[in-house]
């Protein structure tokens, strides 16, 4: 026995396995997007986040080298004896923090470059004033110098003076 309808029943059957195909493509789309899809999200994240964690870590790093650095850039001045040897070790630890911020890949590095040339220039600002305060220096002595030759000056003008009277008296009595 044949069904009458065999035809349309069987168009009927066809529409709805490819319906029911079409749903489970797009359902097995849908679940493999929300499951791939986090974890690339996940992994750029944790890529970001690590980045930001070692941004953060260089940035502590050079904090502390900074804050050693302006440190002895403050005592550089109370101690002119050692001014040369601490100018050179200040010198030396600006170039290192120089060539770190070059070397490594931070986020920032116009920021840290400009920090870095600001601390050249306190440490050439810092050097100025030891020269100017050893010329002031110089200059008091100076100073000092001329005025007790000064008075020398005038001793000896003084006793000129009075040798030229006690000449010009010997020559009037003879």
């Known amino acids: ?3 009458i309808n065999k035809k349309e029943r069987s168009k009927a059957f066809w529409k709805f396995f ?12 849908t679940l ?4 791939l899809v ?18 953060n870590q260089f940035s502590d790093e050079f904090t502390a080298k900074m804050s050693i650095i302006t440190q002895k850039l403050d005592s550089i001045n109370f101690n002119p004896s050692k001014a040369d040897l601490m100018d050179s070790e200040i ?3 600006i170039d290192d923090l120089y060539s770190r911020v070059e070397r490594d890949s931070v986020s920032q590095k116009p920021f840290f470059r400009n920090v870095v040339l600001l601390l050249r220039d306190l440490r050439l600002a810092k050097q100025q004033i030891r020269e100017t305060a050893g010329k002031d220096a110089s200059a ?11 008075k020398d ?11 030229e009277t006690k000449i010009h008296n010997l020559v009037k009595t003879n």
Do not use: A, H, W
């Open 1 to 3: 026995m044949q069904p």
């Open 18 to 29: 490819f319906l029911f195909l079409l749903c489970l493509v797009l359902v097995g789309t």
């Open 32 to 35: 493999f997007m929300s499951i």
């Open 38 to 55: 986090p974890f690339k999200q996940n992994d750029q994240m944790r890529n970001q986040i690590s980045e930001y964690q070692k941004n």
């Open 91 to 93: 010198s030396g630890r």
């Open 140 to 150: 008091g002595d100076l100073r000092m110098q001329i005025s007790q030759l000064e």
């Open 153 to 163: 000056l005038e001793d000896k003008k003084s006793k000129i003076l009075d040798l």
